[in-house]
Nanobody, 129 residues
């Protein structure tokens, strides 16, 4: 059974940093494009940053230069490194994946949530003073 478990969320002051982790079980991240998504209250879920199986990335304009994504294939874990956090970064953050045999990177590189199949339960990030 494919599962993701996110962790690392919490309350952080504006300008602060936070790293989220997403541990995958039941499958190897080697064969998946992966991404981080977020949903703010009253808003639709949006793509934050996505990473191809070949380590190409796509970031939302709102997080470029502040957020990065990394993958540890041995630990089967994806990370979201967030710096210079702003109140508008507040939301529930989800990791998700899609198998490379189902979708090529160009098909999912826009980081559209509906292109990703397997989702974690989410972790809350609140940026507030």
């Amino acid at each position: 059974q494919l599962q993701f478990v996110e962790s690392g969320g919490g309350l952080v002051q504006p300008g602060g940093s936070l790293t989220l982790s997403c541990v995958a079980s039941g499958f190897s991240l080697d064969y998946y494009h992966i991404g981080w998504f977020r949903q703010a209250p009253g808003k639709e879920r949006e793509g934050v940053i996505c990473l191809s199986s070949g380590d190409s990335t796509h970031s939302a304009d709102s997080v470029k230069g502040r957020f990065t994504i990394s993958r540890d294939n041995v630990a089967n874990t994806v990370y979201l490194h967030m710096n210079s956090l702003k109140p508008e970064d507040t939301g529930v953050y989800y990791c998700a994946a899609v198998n490379v045999t189902r979708s090529s990177w160009p098909m999912v590189s826009s980081c559209a949530p509906n292109r990703y199949d397997y989702w974690g339960q989410g972790t809350q990030v609140t940026v507030s003073s």
